[in-house]
């Protein structure tokens, strides 16, 4: 039985590896948002990693079910430095939405000890994920999405959700894709809350990591969040920030390159 903690903001901790070698909190933020951390146990499972391990789920994702503050998900806003503030030597390893989440908070500078940003996105990601799908022949989702637009609930998301695999993993890997998120619990209200407000905020980092190693993680057939974002934002060029991308990849990489992916942990590592 998985065991969990929450702090007074009902975010959920979930301790799941621990090494005493070194002295760090590896934070694993999922993506979605409304993802279940639980799918990134795949990730932590291959990686040699020394001192803590911690999958983070905030309040309303994925199985961390909270009705305080019902689906008022700017709460996440406001408690998500509270959260890495707890920890002593964090190192954020943030996949999607949460690598892109922590680019929001400029402070974090002072705070972490590194920062892996796995298949993520520095601004705006739809337009470009529209235009950089367009070189592969992919499934018309249109319909699916459509009906989720019109009827947003958890039943209609999920059939989005499924309809979109193709975008997220090589033909190769597609089966093996679905397994792993097919049964992770998936909410659809921090989804769509994340949608909205990046749009508001015509989203684009408000952070650059400036001395925090930093390690930016990329799939060529990631549809998603598409490599190139971040390749042409020059904010990002930078000599404590390196990039790894794989040919074979998609949006989930430790899936076709676990060999690869871990090759970029143990590196870091041995630079904190």
Not at 73 to 101: A, C, K, L, T
Request: proline letters at 8%.
């Amino acid at each position: 039985m998985d065991t969990y903690t929450y702090d007074e903001n009902n975010v959920r901790y979930q301790l799941v590896k621990e090494t005493p070698a070194k002295a760090l909190n590896w934070l694993f933020i999922p993506g979605g948002p409304g993802g279940d951390s639980s799918y990134l146990k795949s990730l932590v499972d291959i990686l040699p990693l020394e001192g803590k391990v911690w999958l983070i789920d905030l309040p309303g994702n994925g199985s961390n079910e909270n009705d305080s503050f019902g689906d008022d998900f700017d709460r996440w806003i406001d408690i998500f430095p509270e959260v890495i503030e707890r920890f002593e030597n964090p190192v954020i390893v943030g996949h999607s939405f949460g690598g892109m989440f922590p680019l929001m908070f400029p402070e974090l500078e002072k705070k972490l000890k590194g920062f892996v940003i796995l298949n993520s996105a520095p601004s705006l990601w739809m337009e470009e994920a529209v235009k950089y799908a367009g070189q592969f022949d992919l499934p018309d989702i249109s319909e699916s999405m459509q009906a989720f637009v019109q009827e947003p609930c958890q039943k209609t998301f999920d059939r989005a959700l499924d309809a979109c695999m193709p975008y997220y993993f090589p033909k190769e890997t597609l089966d093996l894709g679905r397994s792993l998120l097919k049964p992770i619990p998936f909410r659809y209200q921090p989804a769509v809350w994340w949608q909205t407000k990046a749009v508001e905020l015509n989203f684009s980092a408000k952070w650059v990591p400036e001395k925090v190693p930093t390690r930016i993680v990329s799939g060529k057939y990631d549809c998603i969040t598409p490599h190139t974002l971040f390749d042409k934002d020059k904010r990002f060029k930078r000599d404590n920030i390196e990039y790894s991308h794989f040919d074979n990849a998609g949006h989930v990489p430790w899936l076709e390159n676990p060999e690869g992916v871990k090759q970029v942990f143990i590196k870091l590592q041995e630079t904190i």
